[in-house]
């Protein structure tokens, strides 16, 4: 049965996650408005246009920093409790420190699974138009001036889609086409050419060959000089509209590519561990939490000041680190799950010791 204190503590906790979402979201968002305002202008962007994109930038915001929101609101709502002597209280009343984390720390479990369910759910389409947005109509000129495209990745439908390495969109040619197709979640077929162009309104692959995969584990092949791909239906000027990167795909989608990389024997660790980031992003906000309350339950004369700097430290030190990790785990300089899990498991021992040696 849930009791009394706890809905008190989780009331604190929600509302100061409220209060600082809105006020750093608000602050983020007017920091890239300031940067955008010279595309805005020379682009004579629509305001409703400009609207709808910070809506979905918003969206992105939640995405990217939830973890430092609830990093700022532990610090924030414990920090106010314990200035107010009402953490002393409740410990005088028989709540250890452990007993008051354990409400907070459920939360933030939640959130973490609330944290992977939005991404994976509702942000995938919504951050699309964020990026169709940003790249058709705010730096539509930057576009125009673009004439290659590298690393294109397409879906024809479910379970079919095609990549391409570069495409010259003056020349409506591109390089190194592969084509996929699965069937019961195994590849069923893979067309492989050196070169794709558009022409009298088809596409055309150049100088390939068709791998068919069968039931039955037999493959059939044969190569062509020229062949066309009506399934493909989009235009050249689509092509040079950049929709995302892989990291912007579901896990879902993200992990259907891997698992089709794997059987062609094309590349895929830094996709993997985009992979598993997926997961070990939005569980941060768990080890924050174990991090920071022992920090607030304790303030120094600092108070509220001195807890929200330490936020800000906390967070800059997992950035940072987490960045450095990961772009040694795309190099191979690191094992991809210490590339991932390393930053995680670091703040989660960090914090099980800082809140073990707490004052109870």
Known sequence: MIKIIDIYLLKKFFAALL????????????????????????????????????????????????????????????SLLARRN?????????????????????????????????????????????????????????????????????????????????????????????????????LASLISAKRITFEDHYWVAVEGYVRLFEDTASESYYEFDKMRLPEIQDKPEDLARRIGKPEDMSYAELKDYIDIMKRT????????????????????????VLLSIPFAANPKRGGIAFSFAIGGLISLTYFVLFRVLQSAGYNEKIPEDLAVWGINILFFVIGVSTMIGARK
């Open 265 to 288: 024997g094309g590349p895929y660790l830094r996709e993997s561990i985009d992979l598993k980031i997926k997961i070990a992003y939005p569980l941060t906000s768990v080890m924050v």
């Open 19 to 78: 209060v600082t979402a809105v006020a750093v979201g608000f602050t983020i968002i007017i920091i890239n408005i300031i940067d955008q305002l010279r595309f805005f202008v020379d682009n004579d962007v629509p305001f409703m246009i400009i609207l709808e994109y910070y809506f979905y930038f918003a969206g992105w915001v939640l995405k990217q920093f939830l973890p430092m929101f609830v990093l700022l609101a532990t610090l924030f709502s414990v």
């Open 86 to 186: 009402e953490f002393l209280a409740l410990k005088s009343l028989g709540f250890s420190l452990y007993r008051l984390a354990l409400p907070l720390v459920l939360a933030a479990l939640l959130l973490a699974v609330g944290h992977i369910y939005y991404n994976e759910v509702l942000y995938v389409d919504a951050n699309k138009r964020r990026v169709e947005i940003k790249e058709y109509t705010i730096k539509k000129r930057a576009i125009r001036n673009q004439t290659h495209i590298k690393n294109i990745y397409r879906q024809i439908a479910p379970g079919h889609f095609y990549t391409i390495s570069s495409f010259n969109i003056k020349r409506r040619q591109g390089e190194n086409l592969n084509v996929y197709q699965k069937r019961n979640n195994k």
